[in-house]
């Protein structure tokens, strides 16, 4: 039996002629592919500027940056994320501390957010950031974190690294963040090999990016301080990076956005079909919500408990058995060693806890044929009997 892993891309021969005709141009990095790709991805999302990196950990830490992350200022994400939605707070000196998940969604709670807030108020230590994290493509309740951070004052900015096409109320997921960030990796829903990008629509948060994406140099000359020695003339006015992607990433990234329709459509398709297959066995599936559309990163079932303990386990390693590649997502963060070090502990945030010990994410993506996907539901429904 062929493996079939639990997520992975989906290159057409358009997007390897979009790669080949770059390399056979003038301009591998800082060409106009790179500007093509910003325009499409941040129109397809309705947001101002796009500000395309190396990856999403380079995204989110240019966007911690350009909203002030520093010392002094704690940052607040779900433990339920990868760690890159937490170590981009560290990176810029910031303390970082967790806003426990709701069960339901597995997204950032909205009543444990307004809790915290009411007593960081009380205690002088409000977040000046708060990133929330859509979850396996599934939106956040961005309307109301929206209404907490225009009460209490601190920037939004949403890791969207799983929810690229997804939709909010009737529009774009990120819409209501001050900046969103998305991943490009492999295993998300385009890819450009590596890659992230920043979605704002504010012009002085979208300059700042692109100056710390290249390493804080500008060769505008009103935006320098000095005499110009001459036409030749660039200035470092802050300390940036080289974030750069690539021409090469930029134009597969172009090439998948034009076959974003199609792919969407698909794992759509499968997400439906996981749902009504897998309604009759003892599980919990993903949310569904009527006002918005998840992007279907990852389908991720809860294992029901037996006597007080989840067959999580032994449902992983049966599937991996069979050749399914079954995954979990995620090791609550504050668990990592790295974190406790820093005084997390177990028993933080329950929910997520609580969630980690029964997840499991079965295969769902683009090219999955319904084959494959009839052999993980009968695997599946073994495992659980
Ligand atoms: C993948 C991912 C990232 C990091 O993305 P890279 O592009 O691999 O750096 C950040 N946050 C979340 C939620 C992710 O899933």
Redesign the pocket.
């Given at each position: 039996m062929t493996f079939i892993p639990y997520s992975c891309q989906d290159i057409s021969e358009e997007d390897i002629d979009a790669v080949v005709a770059v390399l056979r141009s003038p301009f591998l990095t800082q060409g106009p592919m790179v500007p093509e790709f910003e325009e499409r991805f941040s129109s397809m999302h309705r947001a101002r500027h796009g500000i395309a990196v190396t990856?999403?950990?380079a995204a989110?830490h240019v966007a911690c940056l350009a909203l002030g992350a520093g010392p002094g200022m704690t940052v607040w994400t779900s433990p339920n994320?990868?760690v890159?939605?937490a170590n981009c707070a560290r990176y810029c000196g910031a303390k970082i501390d967790f806003v426990d998940i709701d069960p339901v969604t597995r997204n950032m709670s909205v009543s444990h957010l307004t809790e915290k807030l009411e007593k960081a108020e009380k205690n002088g230590n409000l977040p000046g950031i708060v990133i929330p994290?859509d979850f396996s493509g599934f939106p956040c309740d961005m309307q109301e974190i929206r209404a907490l951070a225009d009460q209490y004052g601190f920037k939004i900015l949403s890791?969207s690294?799983?929810a690229v096409g997804a939709s909010y109320l009737g529009e774009p997921v990120g819409r209501m963040a001050d900046i969103s960030v998305f991943?490009?990796?492999p295993v998300?829903i385009i890819t450009t090999g590596?890659g992230?990008i920043c979605l704002t629509d504010n012009e002085m948060l979208a300059e700042k990016m692109r100056l710390i994406r290249s390493h804080g140099i500008t060769r505008d000359p009103s935006a320098m301080s000095g005499e110009l020695d001459g036409p030749w003339c660039y200035e470092q006015v802050t300390l940036g990076f080289n974030y750069r992607l690539t021409d090469i990433q930029a134009a597969l990234g172009t090439s998948q956005i034009a076959g974003h329709d199609r792919r969407a459509a698909t794992r759509s398709a499968l997400a439906t079909r996981y749902d009504r297959r897998l309604a009759g066995l003892p599980l919990k599936l993903p949310a569904r919500s009527g006002d918005r559309a998840s992007a279907h990163h990852l389908y991720v079932i809860e294992v029901d408990t037996v006597r007080g303990e989840s067959k999580r386990l032994e449902v992983f390693e049966s599937l991996r058995s069979e050749n399914i590649g079954v995954n979990v997502h995620y090791i609550p963060i504050h668990l990592q060693p790295d974190y406790r070090r820093l005084g997390f502990a177990a028993g933080d945030f329950p929910a997520s806890e609580r969630y980690y010990k029964r997840a499991l994410s079965i295969p769902l993506f683009a090219t999955m044929s319904e084959d494959q996907q009839d052999r993980v539901i009968e695997a599946l429904t073994r495992a659980l009997n």
């Open positions: 990856n999403a950990t989110l994320s990868f890159a939605s994290v890791d690294s799983h991943s490009f990796h998300k590596e992230g």
